[in-house]
Each structure stands twice: as structure tokens, then as C-alpha cells.
């Protein structure tokens, strides 16, 4: 009778062992660590060297900071000149990088070329849309900032010309000019509003003359929409008193420069890193604006690096936070000129 019960009691005794050693397996299997993931190559091909273009600046910045966050191997490749630009997005098309960012409209015609023929390769071209099945587009509601920074200028104006120093006259930026019009006019209807072209991005000589020339005939506020010209305004406002705006990145200096229109190139780029490191990628079209914090005015949606100005004044903040909000809610749509 004894040696049943002991076999018996012993085979019970091994079968614990035996689930506990398993259950140690299986726990100790689900606790080891998985496979690294992989590390992933990042480029960005821009049209032109960055120097001092603020737009170009913000995107190397928002890659380096995406880079580092998410432990991806990036660099950015400048295009010396025009010649240099098919070359540099072929050559990083047919490198070992998984994604390939690049903007502008100056980067269409290359991009529209090369992604075609690397149809497995990942691309992302900012500030324009191209329709192609492995790129994704980002755009920007720029005209909505535009429309704030029209109705800033013309609260701001005393005589009731303000003005735009412009890059070129292409239809992007019609985007600016017809949004700033729209939101001055909605503060003043009988405000004029001058324009004139320089002609590039990076001449602010003549960018300077233009707004000495606006200046000449009434403009007491000339909104800088030039890229690297807008330096040139700033130099003609600092010497005749009048007051500007700049670009992109927040360049007001408390005294001439009082507002900056913004575009989250930086914040852009590292979201869509970020999408594609974290496997949510797709190639579509991203509109970015108000709403999105895509876009911005200082002291209204962004802070000002510098102290509000005294020609603003904060009953000025205040109409155009009303304004913000309500074309974040619908009540003002800003016409694009681009539909």
C-alpha cells in the first residue's frame, strides 16, 4: 500500500517541477529582450545652402532634434546652385537612406523625375504637392497667418498704407499677399496696401529699396516676405522709423521688427520623422495651419521673443486673438488664391 502512495506522491512532486521549470522558461522567454529595432537613415536635400534662410534653418533643426530623440542617423545635403539639385536627391535616392525629405517648389521637377524611379524608397517634400504614390506632401495654410498679420499692420498703421516686399510673383506667394490684404481690409476697408517683387530670395539690397520705396509713398508698416531679402527691410525701417515684420522664424526686435508671421518648418519635419520612425508613415497630403499650430503670429498663437511693442499695444493682441479664434472655428474662412 505504501509504494503506490510513494509513486504516486512523487510523480505529483516532479510534475510541479517540471510546470514550475516551464513557467520559469516561458516567463524568462517573454522577459528577454527583443531584436534592436532598426536604425534608420534620414536625408534632407535642400534647394540652396542653408545660411541664413530661416526656412531651411528651422528644417535642419527639427531633423537634428528628431534624430537625436529617436536615434536615426541623418544629414542634410545642400544644393550649392540649381545644377547641384537633381544631382544631390539622386545620389541620396540611390544612397542607403529609408527616407528622403527635401521642400519648396524648387525641388518639384527633381522630385517628380527621381521618385519615379525608386518607387521602394520613402519621400516627403515640404511647403508643396506633388501627386505621387511614394512621396508625402506637406502644405500650409500660410494665408491664414497672412490674414492675421494684414489685420495687425493696419490696426498698427497711422496713415492707412501699409505695404509686402515680396520674393518673387508666383503663386505661392499669392498665398501671403492675398491673405494679408484680406486681414487688413477686414480691420479698415479703405486701407491701401502696396506690393512690390524683388525678383529672388536673396537680395536684400533690393529688397531694402523696395521698402524705402513704400515708405516714400505713405507705408508706415512694411511687412517683410522676402526670405533672406526681409534683412534689407529691416535695415530700411531701422533707418526711417517705419515698422516691419519678418518671416518664418520669430525676428522681431522690440523696436522696428514688431511681428513675425510663422511657419513650423522645424515642428514639420520632425513629425514626419516621427510618423515614419514609428511606422506611421503615408503618402498623402498634410495641411498644416492655425489650427494645427502649423502656422503663426508672435503674440497672438506664439510667444514673442522679444517684449510686445507699444505700437501694437495689447487691445491690438486681444482683437487679433478673436480673429485666431474665429478662423479656427470657421466663423472667418481666408481665401486661398491658390483655389
Given at each position: 500500500m505504501k509504494k503506490p502512495f510513494i509513486l504516486v506522491l512523487m510523480l505529483v512532486i516532479l510534475g510541479g517541477v517540471l510546470a514550475a521549470c516551464g513557467s520559469k522558461d516561458k516567463n524568462e522567454a517573454q522577459s528577454s529582450p527583443s531584436a534592436p529595432a532598426?536604425?534608420?537613415?534620414?536625408?534632407?536635400?535642400?534647394?540652396?545652402?542653408?545660411?541664413?534662410?530661416?526656412?531651411?534653418?528651422?528644417?535642419?533643426?527639427?531633423?537634428?532634434?528628431?534624430?537625436?530623440?529617436?536615434?536615426?542617423?541623418?544629414?542634410?545635403?545642400?544644393?550649392?546652385?540649381?545644377?547641384?539639385?537633381?544631382q544631390n536627391l539622386q545620389s541620396a535616392a540611390a544612397g542607403d537612406?529609408?527616407?528622403?525629405?527635401?521642400?519648396t517648389f524648387q525641388m518639384e521637377?527633381?522630385?517628380?523625375k527621381i521618385?519615379?524611379?525608386?518607387?521602394?524608397?520613402?519621400?516627403?517634400?515640404?511647403?508643396?504637392?506633388i501627386d505621387l504614390p511614394n512621396v508625402r506632401?506637406?502644405?500650409?495654410?500660410?494665408?491664414?497667418?497672412?490674414?492675421?498679420?494684414?489685420?495687425?499692420?493696419?490696426?498698427?498703421?497711422?496713415?492707412?498704407?501699409?505695404?509686402?516686399?515680396?520674393?518673387v510673383d508666383i503663386p505661392l506667394m499669392k498665398k501671403y499677399t492675398g491673405g494679408f490684404e484680406q486681414g487688413a481690409k477686414s480691420v479698415s476697408p479703405d486701407v491701401k496696401v502696396l506690393v512690390n517683387?524683388?525678383?529672388?530670395?536673396?537680395?536684400?539690397?533690393?529688397?531694402?529699396?523696395?521698402a524705402l520705396l513704400q515708405n516714400s509713398q505713405g507705408a508706415d508698416f512694411v511687412a517683410g516676405m522676402s526670405a533672406v531679402g526681409d534683412l534689407g527691410v529691416f535695415e530700411a525701417a531701422a533707418e526711417k522709423g517705419f515698422y516691419t515684420s519678418?518671416?518664418?522664424?520669430?525676428?522681431?526686435?522690440?523696436?522696428?521688427?514688431?511681428?513675425?508671421q510663422l511657419k513650423g518648418t522645424d515642428a514639420v519635419v520632425y513629425e514626419t520623422v516621427k510618423d515614419f520612425v514609428e511606422?506611421?508613415?503615408?503618402?498623402?497630403?498634410?495641411?498644416?495651419?492655425?489650427?494645427?499650430?502649423?502656422?503663426?503670429?508672435?503674440y497672438v498663437n506664439k510667444e514673442g521673443k522679444s517684449p510686445l511693442s507699444d505700437a501694437i499695444g495689447q487691445e491690438a493682441v486681444d482683437k487679433l486673438k478673436q480673429i485666431n479664434d474665429d478662423i479656427v472655428a470657421g466663423k472667418i474662412v481666408v481665401s486661398d488664391s491658390l483655389q
Open positions: 532598426k536604425k534608420y537613415k534620414i536625408a534632407l536635400v535642400t534647394p540652396e545652402p542653408i545660411g541664413v534662410n530661416p526656412f531651411f534653418q528651422l528644417m535642419d533643426e527639427g531633423l537634428k532634434k528628431a534624430g537625436q530623440e529617436f536615434g536615426v542617423e541623418f544629414k542634410t545635403i545642400e544644393s550649392s546652385d540649381p545644377a547641384s539639385i537633381e537612406f529609408d527616407l528622403i525629405l527635401t521642400s521637377d527633381a522630385l517628380k521618385a519615379p524611379q525608386y518607387p521602394d524608397k520613402s519621400f516627403a517634400i515640404i511647403d508643396t504637392v506632401s506637406v502644405a500650409f495654410r500660410e494665408h491664414e497667418a497672412a490674414y492675421l498679420l494684414g489685420a495687425a499692420a493696419a490696426l498698427v498703421s497711422k496713415t492707412g498704407t501699409v505695404g509686402n516686399v515680396v520674393a517683387y524683388v525678383g529672388g530670395f536673396t537680395d536684400p539690397a533690393k529688397a531694402k529699396e523696395l519678418g518671416q518664418d522664424t520669430d525676428n522681431t526686435d522690440g523696436k522696428q521688427v514688431i511681428l513675425a511606422g506611421n508613415f503615408s503618402f498623402e497630403v498634410r495641411d498644416y495651419g492655425l489650427k494645427e499650430g502649423g502656422v503663426g503670429l508672435t
